[in-house]
């Protein structure tokens, strides 16, 4: 959050400098992502979205997605976000077991992700995706099947699934190469065996 106003300065003036790039072809697809844009404020929020219809032909009916943390879901901030016209919301959940969290260094646990999912799909985001990180070496198969069957039963339309990639200098990669963590199995497949 250290740069966030100037990079808002940033991106509204790329957003400027670049508005012929599409040479008139409309937007149907926005996405607020590469980070944690759910912490934004809604008004900083909106004012992305203004200069972009200022500067852009955006389609009515444009899918505008926005990835959210499961501890900055609220009941407030899904009707706000509903107001922007945000219309899917990407949800990092990653696993619903927090010895998996624990392990990835997560703020949110099991609980607040499940609550954050189902108080979504209550406010109207029915256009929903649900990431989850497998390859961990805490991750069991078991934890994994329960992890899609959970979403599923919720009746999420769509899941990401990502393998574990650990960046160097990353607090996960010292504690890996301080052998006070295992690190993950790059040979093990994603489930062993069929339930």
Known sequence: MKYRDAFLVALGTEISLNQNYLKGQSVN????????????????IFSILDALHCHYPIDRDAEITLEANPDDITASKLEEWKGLGISRLSIGVQS?????????????DGKQSEKAVRLSLEKGFTNLSVDFIYGMPVLTDQHLEKNLKMVVNMGVPHISAYALTVEPKTALDILIRKNKM????EEKPLISSCS
């Open 29 to 44: 697809t926005i996405y607020f992502g590469g980070g944690t844009p759910s912490l934004l404020e809604p008004q900083k």
């Open 96 to 108: 619903f077991f927090d010895e998996d969290l624990r392990y990835l260094a997560r703020v949110h």
């Open 182 to 185: 295992q690190g993950p199995d």
